[in-house]
């Protein structure tokens, strides 16, 4: 049986979604409206992931473009703010993908 960590508990990329977006529990403070259309790429991204329907490369690619094309809406609006979103957003997509392709690799 599996131990639940907080980490199973926290759906990182939405709340940081959320936060990008400026709305919900996670708003953020962020009057920054340019970039709230964003999120819901990395909401589509994040579904490419759990639906394994995305390669590794095309995920560091899409990860980087977004990564650039966000902080370019952002201009000089909170961009610090929203750099550390950004970042945050990468990391948590990646543990996704990384959690699902180890759990194929072992079932095989």
Same mark, same amino acid.
């Given at each position: ?5 907080? !980490?199973?508990?926290?759906?990182? @990329? !939405?709340?940081?979604? !959320?936060?990008?977006? #400026?709305? *919900?529990?996670?708003?953020? *403070?962020?009057? /920054? ?10 909401? #589509?991204?994040?579904?490419? @992931? ?5 390669? %590794? ?10 990564? #650039? ?6 201009? /000089? /609006?909170?961009?610090?703010?929203? %750099?550390?979103? @950004?970042?945050?957003? !990468?990391?948590? @997509? ?9 759990? /194929?690799?072992? #079932?095989?």
């Amino acid at each position: 049986m599996k131990k639940f960590t907080f !980490d199973d508990l926290q759906p990182h @990329v !939405d709340m940081l979604c !959320d936060a990008l977006e #400026n709305r *919900g529990a996670s708003s953020s *403070g962020i009057p /920054n409206e340019a970039v709230y259309p964003q999120a819901k790429a990395y909401r #589509n991204l994040l579904s490419k @992931v759990r639906s394994k329907s995305i390669t %590794g490369y095309d995920l560091e690619m899409m990860l980087h473009t977004l990564a #650039n094309e966000t902080l370019d809406l952002a201009k /000089n /609006n909170q961009s610090h703010r929203i %750099g550390k979103i @950004v970042s945050a957003l !990468d990391f948590y @997509v990646r543990k996704e993908y990384n959690s699902i392709c180890s759990t /194929n690799y072992s #079932n095989r």
